[in-house]
């Protein structure tokens, strides 16, 4: 090959380098170094060390607050997220008439889910004269305050993000269908129950997949800005003020830059160990095919 | 065939740099604003009008006011604002601490006719001696009233909150509140009960200190729970039921279950226009017991800058002139922007007809009510989280009205003393 064609590949994703380069990884060290700073928008930015670290871990109870949400929020979403979409793709795993309309249409959310218009749509639904209100006082139930409720609050949003289980479905059910029918008929033959079944053979073998779901649901949960900004603004009583909510507005409401960049930095620290739990935890509960323990 | 060919080039190209040289006399600028739709449409129009009138192109960029301070300073940081800026006033002493944020107005006064603004509606842009924008319009907060809604319930409209108490016995039972005070609207009138109760601004003039005692801030809270306790307004909970939304936006405001509230008057439209029935009418300020002044905050509602990077500083003059001074600007724009601060402004606009009774009436109300000299710290977001966060832990129960006067003392102190 000669010195021109190796260079080739090269300029092909030279592009993408550049982006990569000027939109990612020099605002993400730029960040880091603004976290040592007292940077404002407007002024200038001195360099104070590990202060504004020392006042997010030790004196900021708003950040206390937000990140104790946030935690209840990734902890009540994503186990109940993955379990909805292994269920949704359990179903769809089926022979139905017309399963490709049904596997269709269960996606849909998860393209929608994530814009303005749809947390504007919920605000809308769970609002005191809201849909879900008139279907509850229709049957006889007493209409809830969803959004003036600091733990109803929290459940919408959560119900929101649940609601988009579309992606995590589709990785399901492609590993679902690789599963070897085989193993599901020795298994009956010796006798196994669909429940035997599943906790022998579906639940090991998909434990990659859940893997997989389970970091980059994480990594999502803790990112989530949209629904929290457009439907509560973190509120009632800070009872929805997730991380990036407080990240934007001490960021854009009250320029403080400085103090923003330590607090992304802090929630980038702490998905990153719960990630790197996850990878170590991984050697006791996931199983890849050729594994000598399967 | 090729000579014709160039030389048809050529002539082309010359009567290209023609047209070129004829535009690049006048200036290409960019004009951004905050605003509802009337707003929107009406500078819109303006802004065509004033590029016949003056030969500037300008490129129209508007927004809600949800978001916009974000954005500017976001632009204002990368010098990438544009040339004329609707500004807040307050943020004028955020982004131009010694006056050296925007163009000094004054060195444009050949292009933009100040004489039609007396030195006191000029002083609180004039930073350091720079006059860093020319107000638009003045403004004040004040009560309003659905006059339809009272009618119904066959009662005058409130002179006292003895009025507004008895109103709530009788609209109440229908699932009709008197009144409203929530969000920014709550924030906004706590400030002014504190401002009656001690009869000065929250911070002593001219400096960061705090002026307000915590039993001012107590005082000012329990009136809001006496409020609540009567039935006159929702509580905080049951009003944040309906989600992250302001009151013009609340299907109760809306349809007509909430007799009315409390805004500066130059939003009249945004609270006015999404009615279905009936229409607000300004009163005079309620006082609460013991008040030393009408409470009522009063400040240029908005001033309109420009950039001081702007290329085209005079053609900004210019177009700010057209907007603001020339007749048939004025009565393309309107009230859109409220009671207009521009003495020629006011004076066609009264002339045409073309202010309501409850603009004029509102403005009036606000000129003659006493209050404090507003400060612009008391709208900095730092200053303003300490009010909502406080003032949301006592609505709900969280803490009693001494508490989060000494709450609100501490967190005001704190974010003063970092400004």
């Not at chain 1, 769970?126 to 459940?155: H, K, Q, R, V, Y």
């Not at chain 1, 457009?230 to 409401?253: C, D, N, Q, R």
């Not at chain 2, 907060?141 to 066959?154: M, N, Q, V, W």
Request: charged share 20%; net charge neutral; glycine share 8%.
């Amino acid at each position: 090959m000669s010195g021109d064609s190796r260079l080739l590949g090269f300029w092909y994703v030279l592009p993408y380098l550049i982006g990569l380069l000027v939109f990612t990884a020099i605002p993400f060290l730029g960040s880091l170094y603004l976290s040592f700073t007292d940077y404002r928008l407007m002024q200038g930015a001195s360099f104070i060390g590990l202060e504004n670290y020392t006042d997010i871990l030790t004196r900021d109870r708003t950040f206390t607050r937000s990140f104790n949400v946030t935690m209840l929020y990734v902890l009540i979403t994503v186990p109940l997220k993955l379990a909805f979409a292994l269920f949704i793709a359990g179903v769809l795993n089926s022979k139905l008439k017309g399963i490709g309309f049904f596997r269709t249409a269960y996606y849909v959310p998860s393209i929608l889910g994530g814009s303005i218009a749809v947390a504007v749509l919920w605000r809308y639904m769970f609002a005191d004269t809201g849909f879900i209100n008139m279907m509850l006082t229709s049957i006889g139930f007493e209409a809830i305050n969803w959004f003036g409720n600091p733990g109803t609050a929290l459940f919408t949003i959560t119900l929101l993000r649940l609601w988009q289980f579309g992606s995590a479905m589709v990785i399901f059910l492609a590993a679902l269908q690789s599963i070897d029918k085989s193993l599901y008929e020795a298994a009956a033959i010796d006798g196994a129950k669909p429940w035997r079944a599943f906790f022998a053979i579906t639940l090991p073998l998909l434990t990659p997949v859940i893997f997989f779901n389970l970091i980059m649901q994480m990594v999502q949960a803790f990112q989530e800005f949209n629904g929290p900004y457009v439907i509560t603004s973190g509120g009632p009583l800070k009872s929805t003020y997730l991380l990036p909510l407080y990240i934007y507005e001490m960021a854009f409401k009250k320029f403080d830059m400085g103090y923003a960049s330590a607090i992304a930095w802090v929630l980038f620290a702490v998905i990153m160990v719960l990630t790197l739990i996850a990878f170590w935890s991984s050697k006791h509960w996931v199983y890849y095919a050729g594994d000598k323990r399967s | 065939m090729r000579k014709k060919s160039i030389l048809a080039a050529l002539s082309l190209s010359l009567a290209t740099s023609v047209v070129a040289t004829s535009v690049a006399s006048a200036a290409d600028l960019r004009m951004s604003w905050w605003g509802g739709d009337g707003r929107h449409v009406a500078t819109q129009k303006a802004l065509d009008y004033c590029t016949t009138k003056t030969g500037h192109k300008v490129k129209a960029e508007f927004a809600g006011f949800e978001g916009y301070l974000e954005k500017l300073t976001t632009q204002m940081a990368g010098s990438t604002e544009a040339d004329i800026i609707q500004v807040d006033w307050p943020w004028l002493f955020q982004f131009s601490k010694e006056g050296e944020g925007f163009a000094d107005l004054k060195q444009f006064s050949g292009d933009l006719d100040l004489s039609q603004w007396n030195d006191s509606q000029l002083a609180p842009a004039m930073i350091e001696g720079k006059l860093n924008g020319v107000p638009v319009s003045v403004t004040g907060a004040t009560y309003y009233f659905s006059d339809e809604i009272y009618r119904k319930a066959g009662l005058e409209l409130p002179k006292s909150w003895e009025d507004l108490a008895a109103a709530a016995k009788k609209m109440n039972p229908d699932g009709v509140y008197p009144f409203d005070s929530t969000r920014v609207i709550l924030m906004l009138m706590i400030e002014a009960f504190a401002a009656q109760i001690s009869g000065q601004e929250f911070v002593k003039p001219g400096t960061n200190e705090l002026a307000w005692t915590a039993e001012d801030i107590a005082g000012a809270l329990k009136h809001y729970q006496w409020m609540v306790d009567n039935g006159i307004v929702r509580s905080a909970k049951d009003a944040a039921a309906v989600g992250n939304v302001e009151i013009f936006d609340d299907p109760a405001w809306v349809s007509g279950r909430i007799g009315g509230t409390y805004f500066w008057d130059s939003t009249y439209s945004k609270y006015d226009d999404p009615l279905t029935v009936g229409k607000l009418v300004p009163a005079a300020p309620l006082k609460i017991e013991g008040a030393k002044s009408d409470g009522v905050y009063k400040k240029p509602s908005m001033v309109f800058a420009i950039s001081r990077h702007s290329k085209d500083q005079k053609a900004a003059a210019q177009v700010i002139n057209c907007l603001l001074n020339d007749k048939d600007a004025i009565l393309i724009l309107g009230d859109s922007r409220g009671l207009p601060a521009s003495a020629i402004a006011k004076a066609t606009l009264e002339e045409a007809g073309k202010l309501t009774r409850e603009r004029l009436d509102g403005a009036k109300i606000v000129a003659e009510a006493t209050g404090p000299v507003m400060s612009p710290l008391i709208e900095h977001p730092s200053v303003q989280e300490v009010f909502k966060d406080v003032i949301e832990q006592f609505a709900y129960g969280q803490m009693t009205a001494e508490e989060a006067g000494e709450e609100m003392i501490d967190g005001l102190t704190r974010a003063l003393r970092r400004l």
